[in-house]
């Protein structure tokens, strides 16, 4: 599964830039609002040593890390739930998305524009949750009603439909995002097609100029309490020093960040941020054709792991030869791990842990 995450925002945030050094593929950025049209979409692999040290030790024909998908939806402004700028056009954009990264700006700059005239991270996400939180109530109005007659049938599963909508209906109207309610498993159902916004788990990315890539000063220091007081991740990160980090070897990149007092770059930071937002976990499959890294969630038991390679390795699923990351790097080869006694049969109730590598058995 590709990590899917919308990433949104007010006009001339940097959401574009940011995207440009995501992907590298040249989605239009400019100092006007509704430079972004259509929205873009990129993937891009997701940077995992452990990836390359298998890489090493099984020297394969192929490489294939796993990715995350982004999409720059163009930037929302006041009124966007009721037509205004581009209005719903693109908060429908990003109702397929996993999660929502939620771009803010944090730096002064009075040659690039700001569409409220000033530069204010709380206001300006406030802008964007309340457009977000309109389009969810408007969302969950339009079911309301046809949810209440069917209610009237006294069948269970339409009591409990009609149940879960009003009591998301009840938060979105206290101005609360669907995400900050308790939820048990048959609301969640209930709620699954109607793709709501605020329902997605999310993070905000504070960006800010060079001299603040470390993370400090008042603006930044706003957006960070608020995702503290949320309990939601916040990635600090300069889409300038971005776009021209992606542009450097992997020597450079490293001398470059390391003179800015950074231990990685900021897009690493934001695609980890999201996988673990999602509790997502990595696994490997390695040998002489290919290493390749592959997305689970936590909590996944090893023949749904095999799904994700193939829905016949799951339908099929006998069992599974697993060892660990560590054991391989300890031991120095997959042979050597089998005489160390560490490689291990698991059947349909193994867990998958992250960093497990896999040889699956399974019938056609």
């Known amino acids: 599964m590709a990590l899917n995450i919308g990433i949104v925002g007010l006009p001339n945030v940097g959401k574009s830039t940011l995207f440009n050094a995501l992907t590298q593929a040249g989605a239009e950025s400019a100092n006007y609002p509704f430079c972004t049209i259509e929205p873009n979409v990129g993937v891009v692999p997701l940077k995992d040593e452990r990836l390359d040290k298998i890489a090493e030790i099984f020297k394969p024909q192929k490489i294939l890390p ?46 690039v524009v700001h569409v409220s005239g000033s530069v204010d991270p709380l206001r300006d996400i406030e802008i964007i949750e309340t457009e977000l939180l309109l389009a969810d109530l408007q969302t969950v109005e339009k079911r309301l009603d046809k949810a209440k007659k069917n209610a009237k049938s006294g069948q269970a599963q339409a ?23 308790t939820w048990e498993e048959e609301d969640l159902e209930a709620l699954r097609d109607l793709f709501l916004i605020t329902l997605k788990p999310s993070l905000y990315v504070a960006n800010v100029d ?101 829905s016949d390795f799951e339908r099929g699923f006998i069992k599974a030869e697993t060892y660990h990351y560590k054991d391989l790097v300890v031991c120095g080869s997959e042979t050597a791990v089998k005489e160390a006694g560490k490689l291990r049969q698991e059947g349909k109730e193994y867990v998958v842990q992250d960093g497990d590598i896999f040889h699956f058995k399974f019938n056609v």
């Open 66 to 111: 796993t990715s995350v998908e982004f999409v720059d939806i163009a930037g929302l402004v006041k009124g966007a739930s009721k037509g205004e700028g581009l209005g719903n056009q693109f908060l429908g954009n990003i109702k397929n998305a996993h999660a929502i990264a939620h771009v803010v700006r944090c730096f002064e700059d009075e040659d």
């Open 159 to 181: 009591k409990q439909v009609l149940s879960s909508l009003e009591k998301v209906y009840a938060l979105l109207s206290e101005g609360k995002p669907a995400r900050f309610g």
């Open 210 to 310: 060079e001299a603040h890539a470390k993370g400090e000063g008042p603006l930044v220091e706003s957006v960070k309490k608020k995702a503290a007081q949320e309990g939601a991740p916040c990635v600090v990160l300069s889409g300038a020093i971005e776009s021209e980090i992606v542009e450097m070897d992997p020597e450079d990149q490293k001398t470059f960040l390391a003179d800015l007092g950074l231990e990685e770059s900021g897009l690493n930071r934001l695609a980890k941020a999201g996988y673990r937002l999602l509790d997502l976990i990595t696994f490997f499959t390695a040998g002489p054709k290919e290493v390749r890294a592959w997305t689970v969630k936590e909590g996944s038991l090893a023949p749904q792991a095999a799904g994700v390679i193939h």
